[in-house]
């Protein structure tokens, strides 16, 4: 069941905050947010696992709740670098698939 | 070090024909992983090897998509009797271990089929 991500796309002035969200209908074991820059290939941020544990860049925030089966990625003080597609892929249970979303388009205007 | 590595990064082949496109992990990577991407869209799970054996083809769109990967390291993606609708990305990702882990791409290939 592929995630649902909001919203689609979302324009910002240099500063300001954003916050996209990431929910499936299936329990989770993992939650991984990649970025994807236009004609580039994916670049990892960040893995929250059930549980609590998170693998990911320092400058990267995010959250997971397990019951409700959603995550939230926070980008605070955005920089022109931070434009790009977000993309959020769930892991339904231990070894299995990513499956990722359709992405939030990030556009960050000077 | 070196990223992972893909060839050909641009692909034009007619309905009907063979192709084969090439993943060069990072080494030491016993990961490797299959994408497809469509335009608009988040990458599409194809296939996992853990070293040589798949370990999840479950991905496979049907039976002209087949993916080795015979020394643990270098695999192929290999599609027969290409159909317009495999027209897409085609990304490969390693990781130093299997799941959950951070993922690293390869530039992909870039498939048209006219």
């Known amino acids: 069941q592929q995630p649902v991500q909001s919203p689609q796309a979302v324009i910002l002035r240099e500063g300001e905050d954003a916050v996209i969200n990431c929910s499936s209908s299936k329990a989770l074991y993992s939650v991984h947010w990649y970025r994807q820059k236009h004609g580039e290939a994916p670049v990892f941020l960040m893995i929250l696992l059930k549980g609590g544990e998170q693998k990911g860049h320092e400058k990267i925030s995010a959250s997971f709740n397990e019951k409700k089966q959603q995550s939230s990625l926070y980008l605070t003080a955005s920089q022109l670098s931070y434009s790009g597609t977000y993309f959020c892929?769930?892991?339904?249970?231990?070894?299995?698939?990513?499956?990722f979303g359709k992405g939030t388009r990030l556009h960050i205007l000077p | 070090g070196a990223g992972v590595s893909q060839t050909p990064s641009n692909k034009v082949t007619e309905k009907g024909k063979y192709v084969e496109l090439r993943c060069d992990p990072i080494s030491g990577h016993t990961a490797l992983y299959w994408y497809r991407q469509s335009l608009g869209q988040g990458p599409e799970f194809l296939i996992y090897f853990q070293g040589t054996g798949a370990a999840d083809d479950s991905g496979l769109p049907n039976d002209r998509f087949f993916a080795v990967r015979p020394e643990g390291s270098v695999s192929t993606l290999k599609i027969q009797r290409t159909e317009r609708g495999d027209s897409a990305v085609y990304l490969c990702a390693s990781s130093l271990q299997g799941y959950p882990s951070e993922q690293y791409f390869g530039p992909g290939t870039r498939l048209t089929v006219t």
């Open positions: 892929g769930t892991e339904p249970n231990r070894d299995d698939k990513i499956i």
